[in-house]
């Protein structure tokens, strides 16, 4: 399956949207970033887009409606639902999810149309297609006997195996907890497990251990890698709610395909138009890239032989010099392989500077410096994508940089 590049937009409008790759069972692939310059389009690709949405403006309910298809559920919910609702329906954004088998009734979210607008205007800005919007809190994790409690910034989202979350401010989680269990519940017969980055454990933790005292049993578990790693966990292990159903679901390429048959002699011509542009845009992108491959291959080039040039054809060069040295095999542990790794590396993370590299049979150690830690683990994911084995050997903070050792070898991890 796939892996997912999640998009999580903050409530707040100013707030800048957050990032991260995640494998189809729903491990981070690489740490959470807020860096949206020009590259998101290109992690998009060979993957699925989904946006995580603000937990607070997505309501749930469960509605009792008849047996029928995905079209007409969304038809059905917002008449079932019109009396649980204070907003004009025709405002409101629905979205069905599949049937409880044992209670019969249909898992409905609802959000408000402008908000549905609002996110995909900001998928649009990134140059993004989102294959699904979830709502934070449809991801929050769920234990069988337990109160789970999702610390998520400013909120606290609470659930039950029974029910979907309700979402708290976190500043009393004393009384978001009284809240979710209802004037009938007992806190004493709770099981509660707290969900938590180790951020807003420091920043919370004087307010959620007095509940330790409370409750049945207590639990913390800290993630390190934040919110992010827990809600990619929800996405892989859980049911979640689309919510781009009916007007905002991703149309097929068949439509396109359908419309050109109706009017065959107009678009014919547009489409070979747009053919013969798009032929000339992606020759122009490849020359692009060939060029930032070449301006590479110098780099690498003068970081191996100190003061020489490789001329005309930097690659080929390359290539015949590394081939002497290396006995011209194919391993992926030789040298020329190792650096031919390193090379496409620095192409996909052009910020990450080599400054020293060192070479043994089925190993080299290199020594970079990044703007951060987060980019030296993008430039080892790159090395990894290729097959090879990279590993953070050491690293430490100097000045306004981030500097490490990777140990790169060749075989894949």
């Not at 997505?58 to 409606?65: G, N």
């Not at 909120?155 to 401010?169: G, K, M, S, W, Y």
């Amino acid at each position: 399956m796939a892996d997912w590049l999640l998009l999580r937009i903050p409530a707040d409008d100013e707030a800048p949207i957050s990032w991260a790759v995640a494998d189809s069972q729903g491990q981070l692939l690489s740490m959470p970033s807020e860096n949206t310059g020009g590259g998101l389009h290109t992690m998009a690709t060979g993957r699925k887009v989904a946006f995580l949405v603000p937990a607070g403006e997505v309501s749930f309910f469960h509605a009792v409606l008849p047996a029928g298809n995905e079209a007409r559920l969304l038809q059905l919910a917002p008449f079932a639902l019109e009396d649980q609702l204070s907003q004009d329906i025709d405002a409101l954004h629905f979205a069905v999810g599949p049937r409880d088998a044992v209670a019969g009734t249909v898992p409905v979210a609802v959000t408000e149309r402008a908000s549905m607008r609002q996110w995909l205007d900001r998928a649009a800005a990134l140059q993004l297609i989102p294959q699904a919007l979830f709502a934070e809190s449809d991801l929050a994790p769920s234990l069988p006997g337990h109160v789970t409690m999702l610390v998520s910034g400013e909120q606290l989202l609470l659930r039950n195996d029974q029910a979907r979350p309700l979402v708290l401010p976190a500043a009393d989680p004393s009384l978001a907890l009284d809240m979710h269990l209802g004037p009938d519940g007992n806190a004493a017969h709770a099981n509660l497990t707290v969900f938590v980055g180790p951020g807003d454990w420091q920043k919370y933790s004087h307010l959620i251990e007095p509940l330790r005292e409370r409750v049945g049993s207590f639990k913390v578990q800290l993630n390190n890698g934040g919110l992010f790693a827990q809600l990619a966990q929800g996405m892989a292990h859980s049911t979640p709610i689309n919510l781009l159903q009916g007007e905002y679901k991703p149309r097929s390429k068949s439509t396109g395909n359908w419309e050109a048959w109706r009017w065959p002699a107009g678009l014919a011509a547009a489409l070979l138009v747009m053919h013969v542009a798009g032929s000339l845009l992606q020759l122009h992108r490849l020359h692009k890239a060939s060029a930032a491959l070449d301006e590479a291959t110098v780099q690498l080039y003068g970081s191996i032989f100190p003061g020489q040039r490789p001329g005309r054809e930097p690659r080929r060069t390359l290539e015949r010099r590394l081939s002497a040295l290396a006995g011209g095999g194919g391993s992926k542990g030789e040298l020329a392989s190792l650096l031919a790794a390193v090379a496409a590396a620095k192409q996909n993370v052009p910020v990450a500077k080599l400054e020293s590299l060192s070479f043994k049979p089925g190993s080299m150690q290199l020594k970079l410096t990044a703007p951060d830690a987060s980019t030296l683990e993008q430039f080892n994911q790159a090395l990894r994508s290729g097959g090879y084995s990279a590993e953070l050997a050491a690293g430490n903070v100097r000045g306004g940089s981030y500097e490490g050792q990777v140990q790169l070898s060749g075989s894949g991890s």
